[in-house]
């Protein structure tokens, strides 16, 4: 069989010769090859955002409803979920993310935030102001044009609608760059676009690496705005990028997130969210909480829940529908979990559960695994601790009191999300206000919705997703005064 190849979209077609095809793409589950990758250099990205300037501008476009704009968004999330199916064994072989967490949440979750930004298409308001009474002030909201939405490669799918649909509801053109290591779902997600009606060159993919093609894309002078979902320390250097020529930016980066249980919680519901939360995806999930923070008065009460829920988790071939636990992405990001597990075994923490890579059977013997591990007397300022791992590494720490709690939760630089456990009403809103982060649950966990923003804190961002607000993230302000 010829292997596969994954070439960019230009105007609703795959660019077969863009560029040399050297990098391979891998089930990270098995570690068998899925094909070549071509790189799209300076030259390429540029005749890809030429194509996108290029439809934007069209007169089709331009003069289309907002209305029209949200049927065609209608139409793709239609499509989505007609080809659920293919679109999660593209996942799963692309992503190694368990067929379970594809059917009931990745794949429901990109419909509905499409939906959302079809419904809210023709809902962009602008405003009229008091000025003297011969003047009206108008405030109003345009496209910015040419948009890149550069994608990690945790949750391709969600991430490209996250970005292309209130792109698209807004009028705007979008060029989406997924990570190198997960090109499948992207390049799926943009010929559903143009099966939708999308007009050819709204929606065009780049594909390569991101220091060769991603930093192509974001110094393309005719990309007037960048939408960064990826690690914190390449969202600062997009940033910085973005500053040299004005543009704006929204990153969503990194975080380390704290599940607080205090005493007086339903403990062991408690106990199967942070699991959850914790291994979701092998760990690999921006919002999931890594660090437990338990009330030390049943701290070894809840360590045991934890222990003998942890278990009876099933780590194993995503194709099986009893498995929770799939496989890091990359050996690089194996190495980076193990390395963490080291410097944990190395100090005073105690392993509770995994601690170390995986042994599988076929057809996963050649996979990136990790056990699921559970490490306690876990102490603020050790690396285990503040730094983000994005592995199966849940540690657990320890506190006194209330204050405790939040001050242990606000040490890390991030800001991204958390989650209280408590009875305690006054507490939960109390608690959940002190939290330095976008979101907070409480007495849940991880619940995503199309309708809700949210918007990163300290080192995990910057800028506004999701929501009516992520939306206007996409459309630039105008204001006109007219003499009457
Ligand atoms: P990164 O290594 O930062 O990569 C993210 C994207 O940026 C990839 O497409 C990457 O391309 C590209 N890139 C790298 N260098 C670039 C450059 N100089 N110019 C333009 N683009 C460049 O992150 P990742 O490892 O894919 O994803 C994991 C990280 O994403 C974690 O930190 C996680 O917390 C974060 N994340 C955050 C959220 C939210 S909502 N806050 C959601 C999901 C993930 P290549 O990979 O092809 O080189």
């Known amino acids: 069989m010829p292997e596969q190849s994954y070439a960019p979209i230009v105007d609703g077609d ?26 799209c250099d300076t030259s390429a990205v540029g005749r890809i955002v030429e194509s996108s300037k290029r439809a934007f501008q069209q007169p089709t476009w331009q003069k289309m409803s907002a ?9 793709l999330a239609d499509l989505v979920e007609q080809n659920a199916e293919e679109l999660v064994q593209t996942e799963l072989q692309d992503t190694g993310k368990p067929v379970t967490q594809l059917r009931a949440g990745e794949l429901p979750l990109t419909a509905d935030i499409i939906r959302f930004y079809a419904g809210a298409a023709d809902k962009i308001e602008g405003s009229i102001k008091s000025g003297t009474p011969g003047e009206v002030l108008m405030q109003m909201y345009e496209p910015y044009g040419v948009v890149a939405g550069v994608l990690p490669w945790n949750y ?10 209130p792109a698209i509801a807004t009028g705007n053109a979008i060029v989406l760059k997924p990570a190198q290591e997960t090109p499948m779902g992207t390049l799926a997600f943009a010929k559903l676009c143009i099966e939708a009606g999308i007009p050819p060159g709204i929606v065009n993919v780049v594909l390569g690496s991101g220091s060769k093609t991603g930093q192509a894309l974001i110094e393309h002078p005719d ?16 940033q910085k990028t973005a500053a040299n020529q004005m543009k704006m930016v929204n990153l969503e980066c990194g975080g380390k997130n704290a599940l607080i249980v205090f005493a007086d919680a339903d403990l062991e519901r408690a106990a199967e969210a942070a699991l959850l939360s914790g291994f979701v995806n092998a760990g690999q999930l921006c919002v999931s909480c890594s660090r437990v923070l338990v009330e030390s008065s049943i701290a070894a009460e809840f360590e045991t829940l934890l222990t003998q829920r942890a278990s009876k988790i099933v780590m194993g071939n995503p194709q099986d529908e009893t498995t929770l636990v799939g496989p890091m992405i990359t050996r690089a990001q194996y190495d980076t979990a193990l390395r963490y597990l080291d410097e944990a075994l190395n100090s005073e923490c105690r392993i509770l559960a995994g601690g170390s890579a995986a042994t599988m059977a076929a057809p996963c013997e ?56 408590t009875r305690d009403g ?24 199309p309708q809700i923003s949210l918007s990163p804190h300290k080192l995990s961002g910057t800028g506004v997703e999701l929501g009516m607000e992520g939306m206007r993230a996409y459309l630039k302000r105008k204001s006109i005064v007219i003499g009457i």
């Open 223 to 238: 990309v007037s705005k960048i939408s960064f979902t990826g690690s914190t320390a390449v969202g600062t250097h997009v």
């Open 156 to 165: 391709p799918l969600v991430n490209a609608a996250l970005k292309a649909a």
């Open 14 to 39: 795959f660019w077969q010769d863009a560029g040399p095809a050297e990098f391979v793409v891998t089930n990270p589950a098995t570690g068998e090859s899925l094909g070549r990758e071509t790189e």
């Open 366 to 421: 050649h996979g990136n695994w990790i056990q699921p591990t559970l490490v306690s007397g876990v102490q603020p300022g050790m690396k285990v601790h503040d730094e983000e791992i994005f592995g199966p590494v849940l540690s657990v720490v320890h506190f006194a009191d209330e204050a405790e709690a939040i001050s242990i939760a606000n040490s890390v630089s991030y800001g991204l999300s958390g989650s209280v456990w």
């Open 426 to 449: 006054s507490r939960a809103l109390r608690v959940s206000k002190a939290l330095d982060t976008g979101i907070c649950w409480v007495n849940t966990m991880l619940s995503g919705y």
């Open 67 to 75: 209305a029209e704009r949200g049927r065609m968004l209608l139409k």
